[in-house]
């Protein structure tokens, strides 16, 4: 075979270069896959204490919450803060003319968004939140001097947090940090609304008590990403007969969903420790659960049924907490690039015989970006990516170059990534679907259901809404699309039962701050 920069892939070579990535992409393996991730959610749901967790949500918004609110939403990669005021009760013609659903019952205002620099994500709790808390003082001061009423916000303001790991909750307001992961080393077992009203204090008082002109905040509601976004599409669409909110699913930098499940369920331990209302049926109501399936544990089926490559195991092996969310691995934006990058590596060395060195920057852990995998290798003309690449990761040396064929390869591994990172999400919800029993995939045959798995004329339709956020799902070429192909594809063929029934992506714009408003504004009507 010719020097690394000679080699060619024909289509052949390149779908078997892939092939550890693809190779059970069908509806067969895909509802085999399913099967056993439902299997694994309810036995993790009635064993773990790391999964499923109970969340203090045990209603959904009516849509008639209102009032303005600080919504804060702490993520993976970014810090958002923002002013949210929700209308409640508006007309119906409104929200039918409403281009996105969610502005005609909204408005947000003062909406600000930070990046979380590598430093704050290692340094102690106490330097993260108290840039949190001048984020926050940022955005209050400059609502403050555009509004022509000192007293916009009275003195004190409620606040909603979303914060995208995981937290155990004993009440709406308060949250107990868990392992977090996405790079962050904060310790565990610390209180997250102490730290964020402790980081935020000083621009309330001074070291004399004087008062400033920024209110106090009075922490209404702290949830996670996908409660979240969950909560902000209910509030904005209502249920009816043939559609409903089914759950919430994050894929952005991270990922992760959410679902209401019937208490008895869970885990002894977390239905004891699940703060629930008076007179709550214990055994036929729903409390909405956090699942955290990307946790070690969760990954199982496909263990059980050899997806895992030797990339996923030293992308792992090489990740900030090796094994702790291998799901994450295989199908968040963190993580993508990296997948492509290593795949690239090893299949460019083993067709290579003889000696020659990648350019160094290419060498380097996270070289390869999701963000960059989405903007200048999808779809992207084989030269005009050589000319990219050259310039993104010169060669330092002669045995190597750059060439139109090293494009075809890295777009096409690129590609695999992204439809199994697709593929296995769509998965993990038809299996979280089953978990809960609102589908059922007990009798496959693909030949029998696909022909009689859509309603005819006059027939009942279920829509099952499954609201998400995440610019990884909504933003990469082809992950949304590929997502819901697989969903259509595994309703149909799960089961007969299944009849009439359609998982429906549907984005549930600012998810993160919205939510975090709606959840507030529920628990402030509470009171």
Known sequence: MADPQAITYDQTALDEAVRPLTWFLNTTHLHELSTEFTATYRDLAKTSTEHFLATPVTVLPTGLESGRYLAIDVGGTNLRVG????????????????????TAKIIKSHD???????????????DLFSWIGDCIAEVLTDALSDASDENLFGKELPLGITFSFPLAQTSMNEGILMGMGKGFAIKQGLSLGDLLLDGYSRHCADANGNIHRLPRLKIAAITNDTVATFSALAYATRTTTNSKTTMGLIVGTGC???????????????????????NFDYEDSKIVINTEWTIRGADEPMKKLGVITSWDDDLSRNSEVPGFQPFEYMTAGRY??????????DITTRHATSKFEFPPTLLEKNAIST????????????VLLTSVLNSTFPPSHPAFAWSPHHAVLLSRIALAVQARASALVAAAV????????ELALDDFNGDRFSREGNPGPGEPKCDMVVAFTGK????????????????????????????????VLKAAS?????????????????T
């Open 112 to 126: 600000k968004t930070w990046p979380i620099v590598d430093h704050l994500k290692m340094d102690q709790a106490e």
């Open 83 to 102: 002013i949210i005021e929700l209308l409640g009760n508006i007309p119906l013609q409104r929200i039918a003319e409403a281009e996105d659903v969610s």
């Open 336 to 345: 993508l690039g990296e997948m492509v990058r290593l795949a690239f590596i």
């Open 371 to 382: 963000n960059f995998l989405a903007t200048s290798v999808a779809d992207a003309d084989p």
């Open 256 to 278: 992760n969903a959410t679902i209401p499940m019937k208490l008895k369920y869970l885990h002894d331990d977390k239905r004891r420790a699940a703060p629930l209302p008076k």
């Open 510 to 526: 600012d998810g993160g701050i919205i939510g975090a408003a709606v959840l507030a504004g529920m628990m402030v009507s509470r």
């Open 430 to 437: 038809i299996g979280l679907l089953g978990c809960v029993e």
């Open 472 to 503: 990884t799902m909504a933003g990469y070429p082809l992950y949304r699309s590929t997502c819901q192909h697989w969903l259509d594809q595994l309703v149909r063929n799960g089961s007969a039962r299944n009849k009439g029934k359609r998982v």
